[in-house]
Nanobody, 123 residues
């Protein structure tokens, strides 16, 4: 499984960005897909996940501001990020696991990882 994240950039507080994660094969429709992020000097933390059936879950810190979605025809997962805050600044990673169900929000539960994309929110 190969994952390719893109869409990061520099945005002002209150702005929006949409991240994309292009996957190989039929990963997006059958795997559990997730976004994690890692800020400098901090551990990688869970952001959001979507199961193979489309059920979603979010970290409390992004609930109501971020939306995870997928396009199974394009085999791509997205993270729409609105009302961005400086504390959202991090490298964002997409991840996948073949179990297909929502998993405990820890990076150890995901088998495959893409490279990161930098998101910087200026104050």
């Amino acid at each position: 499984v190969q994952l390719q994240a893109s869409g990061g950039g520099l945005v002002q507080t209150g702005g929006s960005l949409r991240l994309s994660c292009a996957a190989s094969g039929r990963t997006v429709s059958t795997y559990t897909m997730a976004w994690f992020r890692q800020a400098p000097g901090k551990e990688r933390e869970f952001v959001a996940a979507i199961s193979s059936t489309g059920t979603t879950t979010y970290a409390d810190s992004v609930q109501g501001r971020f939306t995870i979605s997928r396009d199974t025809r394009k085999n791509t997962m997205y993270l729409q990020m609105n009302s961005l805050k400086p504390e959202d600044t991090a490298v964002y990673y997409c991840a996948a696991d073949p179990r297909g169900v929502l998993l405990p929000a820890h990076m150890g539960n995901y088998r495959y990882w893409g490279q990161g994309t930098q998101v910087t929110v200026s104050s």
